[in-house]
């Protein structure tokens, strides 16, 4: 079952050829899909040769095999995780039950909803990316880019591959659909915010690999719990992807901060307009860019209360981050959890019940694991001898959604006035003349093992190549 079988059209390990119906609907969409790619895909990427992995299995030992690829011939297909035999439902009212192989009808519009909100995030990346390749400061980094943008395309192909099996007709408009909406288009816009904002340059797409591809693992965790096996099955092989596009925004971010450290301690300086002069980006920048991603991306978790979230968990469709670790009874029936809201001008704690409060539970969970990565940032510059440290900002700082909304906070906590914002808004999220400063250092560089200025070289290279690898060729 883990064996993968590429000598068909579409590559997969859910034996599609016994399904005729399903295979023909895919295959019909397969074309629509390569001429999304040639169009929204990297920007000028499409005779490079790549040296990509490919799933071979879907083993946690070595699935991938590492080659160049001409990126439209990559073989994207269906994966699923191996079975487990007689799984059971085990959190909200069904628990206990046989694990569904089919959609429950009375569930079959809010799982739809779930897997069609998931798979809007995958081609919208791509977009967000397109024109990253055409300032990549190494080899290396252009060759991750094109990695984790073609393991998002695959990522649309698990959840168009959901939709036509198991959605019959709605599923099948579904998957138009989705290679029809277009991030930060103003009339058919991908369905989540941060999914719409640019990734204009390279610290922006580090910091939306380290938090933004983070809070695609934690949704693909609560979606790995799911009741709907097949949705599990899918989930659990997208996880073992994500792996990397976190490591590239973690190893990104650190090498960005290794740079300007160094650049401190040679020109023996903090001042922002030295470094800057010198081609580094800036401590305070990079903390801004870090406040702007880590609060557009918690937003992704959704209204603090929401009776939906209740919905899902209860009916089975969506559990908590490793909702098998937990030893609560999994039901949650009469338990509450804090919530912060605004409360006669004060951000106050308000106990509601818990499960109402499940997004608020899965963006905890989500920010004691980016934390952690920002402490190991720490580690780089306290290492290098520098008395500055990055600081994720305060839960309630530059939120759209929920409760939080609109609310005027510091990034330390503090409640502020409109006007006390707007005064320190430059010092808090990239201002424009930081984004300037941002694009106007980045410049391609194609020459094996040479790094742009503004970035430290990798500890290794992918697949234990040497430095100078050529990870892309031009031709
Ligand atoms: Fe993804
Ligand atoms: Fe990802």
């Known amino acids: ?91 909200g009212d069904h628990k ?62 698990a959840m168009v591959y959901l939709l036509h099996k198991y959605f019959g007709r709605d599923g099948r408009e579904e998957g138009e659909a989705l290679l029809e909406r277009r991030s930060g288009q103003q009339d058919n816009p991908r369905i989540l915010r ?23 693992k934690f949704q693909l965790c609560a979606l790995a719990e799911s009741s709907f096996d097949p949705l599990a099955r899918t989930t659990k092989f997208m996880l073992t992807e994500e792996a990397h596009h976190m490591f590239v925004g973690e190893s990104g971010v650190a090498r960005v901060i290794r740079r300007t450290c160094e650049l401190m301690n040679e020109l023996k300086t903090d001042d922002p307009a030295r470094l800057r002069a010198a081609g580094v980006i800036d401590l305070p920048t990079i903390q801004r860019y870090l406040n702007f991603h880590f609060s557009v991306t918690i937003d992704l ?14 009916s089975g469709l969506k559990g908590r981050f490793e909702e098998g670790k937990r030893d609560d009874d999994h039901v949650l029936k009469g338990q509450t959890y804090q919530v912060l809201a605004l409360q006669d001008g004060q951000l106050v704690e308000k106990e509601v019940p818990l499960l109402n409060a499940l997004n608020e539970v899965l963006r905890d969970d989500f920010i004691r694991d980016s934390v952690a990565g920002v402490d190991r940032w720490n580690k780089v510059i306290e290492k290098a001898g520098i008395p500055f440290r990055l600081k994720v900002p305060h839960k309630a700082f530059h939120r759209s959604i929920g409760a939080l909304a609109g609310a005027k906070v510091s990034p330390s906590g503090r409640l502020l006035s409109q006007s006390e914002w707007q005064a320190h808004v430059d010092q808090w999220l990239p201002s424009a003349s930081d984004r300037a400063l941002v694009m106007s250092l980045m410049g391609r560089v194609v020459e094996p093992g040479k790094f742009a200025n503004w970035i430290a070289p990798p500890a290794t290279g992918i697949n234990r190549q040497p430095a100078d690898f050529e990870y892309v060729r031009f031709n």
Do not use: C
């Open 96 to 157: 206990g039950e046989p694990a569904w192989q089919d959609v429950p009808g009375e569930h079959r519009a809010n799982l739809r909803r779930i897997i069609v909100t998931q798979g809007d995030t995958e081609p919208a990346s791509v977009e967000q990316q397109r024109q990253l390749g055409l300032t990549a400061p190494s080899l290396y980094d252009l060759r991750n880019l094109f990695q984790v943008n073609v393991e998002e395309g695959r990522h649309l192909w």
């Open 301 to 314: 978790f959704g209204a603090d209360e929401s009776s939906n979230a209740a919905t899902f968990f209860s």
């Open 194 to 216: 941060a999914f719409n904002e640019e990734t204009p340059d390279w610290l922006s797409f580090f910091m939306f690999t380290y938090f933004t591809d983070r809070d695609g």
């Open 1 to 91: 079952m883990s064996g993968i079988d590429y000598s068909e059209k579409i590559p997969n390990n859910v034996n599609l050829s016994e399904d005729r119906a399903l295979q023909r609907a895919l295959e019909q969409w397969q074309p629509s899909y390569l001429d999304w790619w040639r169009d929204m895909g990297p920007s000028g990427s499409q005779g490079l040769d790549v040296y990509l992995r490919t799933a071979v299995s879907v083993d946690p030992q070595g699935w991938a095999q590492f080659g160049y690829v001409k990126m439209p011939e990559y073989r994207w297909g269906i994966f699923l995780g191996a079975a487990q035999t007689d799984r059971r439902i085990h959190f």
